[in-house]
């Protein structure tokens, strides 16, 4: 199965990215400044990627309204690869965390009835495969800080994110 990916600029933010094949997308890259460098994380990670533009364009479309600030609808089909049951579980939750909202690292413990498993929870925060779609920008630490954030801007990006979307820090 042939990985396809495509690339995209989001005005204000950088380049984004897409990956994925038959099954589904397999990956968003959140934004880069210069188009080389999305281009590069895409080949390390998928090394006999073909570069397609407009495949996967519905998410594209949905990825720019949000960075221009509306609430988008995602309806494209995920293809969680290797990912660990307790991986999926996080995300699921996650996924529930609405426009706007914040929640801590701890709530999601709770929510997917383990409420120690704080750390566990942001590694497998930073392990998500679909960043914006699962919107584990969202989530942060109970004493309010941001927390981490695995992206090309790390922190500024995840606190960039959380002003578009308006949400109270």
């Not at 188009?35 to 570069?51: D, Y």
């Amino acid at each position: 199965m042939t990985t396809v990916a495509t690339a995209f600029r989001a005005p204000g933010f950088g380049w984004c990215g897409l990956a994925g094949a038959d099954r589904g997308l397999k990956r968003i890259y959140l934004p880069e400044p210069r188009r080389e460098a999305l281009l590069s994380r895409m080949c390390t990670e998928f090394p006999t990627v073909q570069l397609k533009d407009g495949c996967f364009s519905d998410a594209a479309q949905e990825l720019l309204k949000f960075f221009s600030g509306a609430v988008p609808l995602f309806t494209c089909r995920l293809d969680y690869g290797r990912a660990t049951d307790f991986q999926k579980k996080v995300w699921q939750a996650a996924r529930a965390i609405e426009y706007g909202q914040v929640r801590t690292y701890g709530w999601l413990a709770a929510k997917i009835g383990n409420p120690r498993a704080m750390r566990a929870v942001g590694a497998a925060l930073g392990h998500n495969p679909f960043p914006i779609i699962i919107p584990c920008h969202r989530v942060i630490r109970s004493d309010g800080g941001l927390g981490g954030f695995s992206a090309a801007e790390g922190i500024a990006l995840k606190k960039k994110l959380l002003e578009l979307e308006g949400a109270h820090l």
